[in-house]
């Protein structure tokens, strides 16, 4: 054999006895030492996003309309759409009156307008068609 090639064999045998050696520690992953961080970096817990509004209690005043669904009705508030659930009979278009209530909403309708307002109760009805 020639001299470069057994230079050459000696260094690579040098540098996979070196990769080897250490791949053999104890068995586990390498600890990092005190001195040096380690490789990545922990986490930082991401900022919390402002989800949609829960529920919450409210009482409106306003005309009750149909809502662009059979069998909807909405009553319109500053321009806020409410969709009046499980109102009662009394609740009809064209009448007028004071709802209290709990939003829901995330809940799913098949009427597709306004935030679903389940009525707990309803006051001063007035008007509406006779």
Do not use: F, I
């Not at 996979?16 to 068995?27: K, P, W």
């Not at 529920?55 to 069998?71: C, I, K």
């Amino acid at each position: 054999m020639s001299r470069t090639v057994v230079v050459v064999l000696a260094l690579v045998t040098a540098v996979l006895t070196g990769l080897l050696t250490g791949c053999g520690g104890g068995g586990g992953p390498e600890e990092p030492s005190p001195s040096r961080p380690p490789a990545t970096t922990p986490q930082q817990p991401e900022p919390s996003k402002p989800g949609p509004p829960g529920p919450s209690e409210v009482t409106v005043r306003g005309t009750v309309q149909r809502g662009v669904e059979p069998n909807c009705l909405v009553l319109t508030v500053e321009g806020r759409q409410y969709l009046l659930l499980e109102a009662g009979g009394q609740v009809r278009p064209g009448v007028e009156a004071t709802v209290h209530g709990t939003t829901r909403p995330n809940l799913a309708t098949t009427c597709m307008q306004g935030t679903p307002l389940v009525v707990d109760r309803v006051e001063d009805v007035e008007g509406g068609p006779s």
